[in-house]
């Protein structure tokens, strides 16, 4: 499996991603500076990791999101090349317009960093199919901006399409509907607030992000 | 000529920032306020000098950039 891990000026989980991917499904890594125009060829999946690009300024995202590799990851998943916006990258994919809604200040506007237990609502996805029966998966979470908002008729339909992917089973910032983690319309597009990246092997607390990417491989 | 631009969130978007802010000037005796909005103003010197054009301008750019139509709303000032 061949991955790309984006890095933008404050990105600080790149290497993670890295990482995570090597030794939970030995893909092929390369890093992808955020003034890069092309992508690698053949690749299964695009990561935007999880930090504070561009210190956050302006919005969380914002300006990341008109950064010139935008493009080239406009038109992977145009052609349905696997996108994965993990924390500030799901900030960034959001500000992007490939996935609804943004993301708010938490409710009790503390940076909540702790484990988190999640449903997968939607175990058919790309990003999920490796979860089979298992219905819950757990991962820690770590931003100050992780309150997912959409409108009442987005919320709607991002349910009655199944888009919804993870949500929390306990909400710890204000999420709408408790929400941790959806999929664009064509399925192949993922933002998600907690970080399979950091819970990809035992030593970590929990493996269960290693599915996310095992489900990846197995679509690739 | 200077732009001014206010950025705030939409109504019905909760303001937390704004509720604790709120909170504080209750807590300081201040009983009589209600619906706090903490939003962020954006100022700068645009080249031209038709304000009509300056301010269709600045619009373009609070959609491209300065706000999140998703959840921001923004009123621009040009002099």
């Known amino acids: 499996m061949k991955a790309a891990v984006l890095v933008f000026p404050g990105s600080n989980c790149d290497r993670d991603c890295k990482v995570a991917l090597e030794r939970s499904v030995g893909a092929q890594v390369s890093m992808v500076w955020h003034k890069e125009t092309e992508l690698p060829s053949g690749l299964d999946l695009i990561v935007l990791p999880g930090g504070f690009a561009y210190g956050d300024y302006l919005r969380c995202g914002a300006i990341a999101a008109l950064s010139p590799v935008m493009s080239a990851v406009r038109e992977a998943a145009a052609k349905g090349i696997a996108v994965a916006g993990i924390c500030n990258g799901f900030q960034v994919l959001c500000e992007a317009g490939l996935l609804p809604g943004a993301l708010l200040r938490n409710v009790g506007l503390k940076y909540v960093c702790k484990f988190v237990d999640l449903d997968v609502v939607n175990g058919q996805t790309r990003f999920t199919a490796a979860f089979g029966e298992t219905r819950t998966a757990r991962m820690t979470m770590g931003n100050g901006e992780g309150n997912f908002f959409a409108d009442e008729s987005t919320l709607d339909r991002l349910e009655g399409e199944g888009r919804v992917v993870f949500r929390y089973r306990e909400n710890p910032n204000g999420s709408a509907r408790s929400i941790a983690g959806i999929v664009?319309?064509?399925?192949?597009?993922?933002?998600?607030?907690?970080?399979?990246?950091?819970?990809?092997e035992a030593a970590l607390g929990s493996s269960d992000g290693a599915l996310v990417f095992q489900s990846v491989m197995a679509s690739a | 000529m200077k732009a001014r631009i206010h950025v705030f969130l939409k109504p019905g978007v909760l303001d937390v920032q704004g509720k604790a802010v709120e909170a504080e000037l209750h807590t300081l005796g201040w009983d009589g306020v209600s619906d706090v909005r903490i939003g962020r103003a954006i100022e700068f010197q645009i080249a031209g000098d038709d304000p009509n054009r300056a301010r269709d301008e600045v619009n373009r750019m609070c959609e491209r950039l300065l706000a999140n139509p998703v959840i921001e709303g923004y009123r621009v000032e040009v002099a």
């Open chain 1, 184 to 200: 664009n319309g064509a399925g192949n597009v993922l933002g998600v607030m907690p970080h399979p990246d950091r819970a990809f």
